[in-house]
């Protein structure tokens, strides 16, 4: 048997630390790894290759066992994935909007804000300079604004992982109490460590262009809208960083210490305390711990009780119109959804 395993990405990620993939699942390999697949390219067997890498680097390897424990993980295999409608989108479309002359528009856009904030600062008091008449109006704002920027900020994603080559997907899923839209760029993994950062912080990159650029709206006129985008998007930047969840500050930063599983790795370590788990991964756990107090408490003092105000405004407006029957309704449903894709992500 001459094993072919060409086609499978082979990426140099840190000292003796290598990323091997077939393009939806991935895994760590020594260096040594990374020789014996440089050498399984159909011109030799198992036992050549085995021979080949003794006599090169005296380590002795079972290849055999190597290939086969690649083929237990699924890697040897054409990774069934579902259609994406985002295939369409070539990376020769959206490449330039990654280019040094847009990161510079995004720089000068925040230093403008910064100026603007600088020289008026009302323009940074935050939601006080909204003005809602009754409990559906400041649902419906803050619902369809949120959603739609969340919506910009995952596609700016699939647009960074496009201009890269990477495959995108779009899907529901929670993060403790929170619904979000996440986008699925595990392909980023054969690319070199530097380009992965493009796909994990382009939505924060977008978010910021996007609320300097109200900013600086605010500093011509007072504007609901610029405001409302101004809250929003500086709440998804802030948001990113709490990074005891999968946000795109945590994905950034495992992958900046090499930490790939951090999560998972932390969690085990809070399970089983073992002594040689490295010291990023048991500094980690226990910001997690913090975190999810945090989260908790978060859920306890902010979320449930703007949700009673709204409630409870509503109810008091019942009677008057069809408007708190339909901002009940908009609190249902949201919360509703959030249990549907919560239980479902528990079965799975």
Not at 106 to 124: C, F, T
Not at 137 to 163: K, N, P, Q, Y
Not at 270 to 295: K, M, Q, S
Request: glycine content about 8%; aromatic content about 10%; some cysteine.
């Amino acid at each position: 048997m001459k094993p072919d395993l060409t086609f499978l990405s082979v990426v140099e990620d840190g000292p003796d630390d290598y990323v091997v993939g077939n393009g939806a699942r991935f895994v760590n390999v020594p260096g040594i790894a990374a020789k014996v697949l440089a050498l399984l390219d159909g011109t030799r067997t198992v036992e050549e290759v085995r021979k080949e890498v003794l006599e090169r680097h005296g380590a002795d390897v079972d290849v055999a066992a190597f290939v086969g424990g690649l083929d237990g993980l699924g890697l040897l295999q054409e990774p069934d994935l579902p259609p994406s409608p985002w295939d369409r989108v070539r990376p020769v479309h959206v490449r330039w909007l990654f280019s040094p002359a847009a990161n510079a528009v995004v720089a000068l856009a925040a230093l403008a804000a910064v100026a603007a904030v600088v020289a008026r600062p009302r323009i940074a008091s935050g939601m006080s300079g909204l003005v809602w008449s009754d409990s559906l109006s400041f649902t419906l704002a803050f619902a369809v604004g949120s959603w739609v920027l969340v919506l910009v900020h995952e596609l700016s994603h699939i647009l960074a992982a496009r201009s890269l080559g990477v495959r995108a997907q779009l899907s529901l899923g929670t993060r403790l109490q929170f619904l979000v839209v996440q986008t699925n760029v595990t392909g980023v993994w054969r690319l070199p460590r530097r380009a992965r950062y493009r796909a994990h912080l382009a939505g924060m990159r977008t978010d910021l262009f996007l609320a300097a650029c109200a900013a600086c709206a605010l500093y011509v006129a007072e504007n609901a809208v610029a405001r409302l985008v101004l809250a929003i998007c500086a709440s998804q930047i802030v948001w990113q960083f709490l990074f005891f969840m999968r946000t795109d500050v945590y994905y950034a930063f495992a992958n900046a210490t090499g930490n790939k599983n951090l999560m998972a790795d932390a969690q085990a370590y809070l399970r089983h305390r073992g002594a040689d788990t490295p010291r990023g991964v048991r500094v980690y756990a226990w910001f997690l711990i913090a975190g999810r107090v945090l989260g908790l408490a978060f859920l306890l003092g902010y979320t449930v009780p703007i949700t009673l105000a709204v409630c409870g405004q509503a109810f008091a407006e019942l009677g008057t119109s069809v408007q708190p029957v339909l901002t009940l309704a908009i609190v249902a449903f949201g919360w509703g959804l959030y249990l549907w894709v919560f239980i479902r992500q528990r079965l799975r």
